[in-house]
């Protein structure tokens, strides 16, 4: 088992910035890559960035390339995502996950609970 928490959503105004976390706990060795997912009101959950574990591969939606960054760090079991110019479809809940690859269509089977991300416009 794996158990991820997220924290660092909230309220922010378009062209602002957000840094969302997530620490991971129990069996982090069984999965090689961590991951962020976001679900807007009304749409299915996408696929928002990935890492792997190392840090030699990293995976973005274009939607979020070169807006957001993700990072980890394999000793704290940590994994971050700093989200700049954020726009208002950028809103919605966002969900760290314990996958096998740094790949969109990788298998995630592990997920937090969310943290809320709200763009005003």
């Known amino acids: 088992q794996v158990q991820l928490v997220e924290s660092g959503g909230g309220l922010v105004q378009a062209g602002g910035s957000l840094r969302l976390s997530c620490v991971a706990s129990?069996?982090?060795?069984?999965?090689?890559?961590m991951g962020w997912f976001r679900q807007a009101p009304g749409k299915e959950r996408e696929f928002v960035a990935a890492?792997?574990?190392?840090?030699?591969?990293?995976a973005y939606a274009d939607s979020v390339r070169d807006r957001f960054t993700i990072s980890g760090n394999n000793v704290r079991n940590t994994v971050a995502l700093q989200m700049n110019s954020l726009r208002p479809e950028d809103t919605a809940v966002y969900y760290c996950?314990?996958?096998?690859?740094?790949?969109?269509?990788?298998?995630?089977?592990?997920w937090g609970q969310g943290t809320q991300v709200t763009v005003s416009s």
């Open positions: 996950a314990a996958g096998l690859a740094a790949d969109r269509n990788a298998k995630f089977d592990y």
């Open positions: 129990g069996r982090t060795f069984s999965r090689g890559a």
């Open positions: 890492i792997s574990w190392s840090g030699t591969r990293i």
